[in-house]
């Protein structure tokens, strides 16, 4: 059974930074590209980042979060990193990661930003950051 587990959520001040993780187990596919996804409350959940199978040299960001949000992954492709600096009250949100199966190498380098082409989804991991 596949298993999204995000961790390093909390509270931080406004200007602070944090780092998520996102480990992926229990799969048997070999490639997959990841997102980063947050819903506020009363909000629609949005797309904040994504990042290909072949990794940091491909990655895409929301306005909201660009320059400030880097989604990265290492060599072992697991787990997936949320780097979020200069947080700011408005990113108070659950954050989750999820992951698209891929199923060519013509597809390393792809990004998603769309909720609908994720295939798995963590639990969500709570982001607070006070003024």
């Given at each position: 059974?596949v298993?999204?587990?995000?961790?390093?959520?909390?509270?931080?001040?406004?200007?602070?930074?944090?780092?998520?993780?996102?480990?992926?187990?229990?799969?048997?596919?070999?490639?997959?590209?990841?997102?980063?996804?947050?819903?506020?409350?009363?909000?629609?959940?949005?797309?904040?980042?994504?990042?290909?199978?072949?990794?940091?040299?491909?990655?895409v960001?929301?306005?909201?979060?660009?320059?400030?949000?880097?989604?990265?992954?290492?060599?072992?492709?697991?787990?997936?990193?949320?780097?979020?600096?200069?947080?700011?009250?408005?990113?108070k949100?659950?954050?989750?990661?999820?992951?698209?199966?891929?199923?060519?190498?013509?597809?390393?380098?792809?990004?998603?930003?769309?909720?609908?082409?994720?295939?798995?989804?963590?639990?969500?991991?709570?982001?607070?950051?006070?003024?």
């Open positions: 059974q298993q999204l587990v995000e961790s390093g959520g909390g509270l931080v001040q406004a200007g602070g930074s944090l780092r998520l993780s996102c480990r992926v187990s229990g799969h048997t596919f070999s490639m997959y590209a990841m997102g980063w996804f947050r819903q506020a409350p009363g909000r629609e959940r949005e797309f904040v980042a994504s990042i290909s199978w072949s990794g940091s040299k491909s990655t960001y929301s306005d909201s979060v660009k320059g400030r949000f880097t989604a990265s992954r290492d060599n072992a492709k697991n787990p997936v990193y949320l780097q979020m600096n200069s947080l700011k009250p408005e990113d949100a659950v954050y989750y990661c999820a992951a698209v199966v891929l199923y060519s190498d013509e597809d390393a380098q792809s990004t998603f930003t769309r909720a609908r082409d994720y295939d798995y989804w963590g639990q969500g991991t709570q982001v607070t950051v006070s003024s």
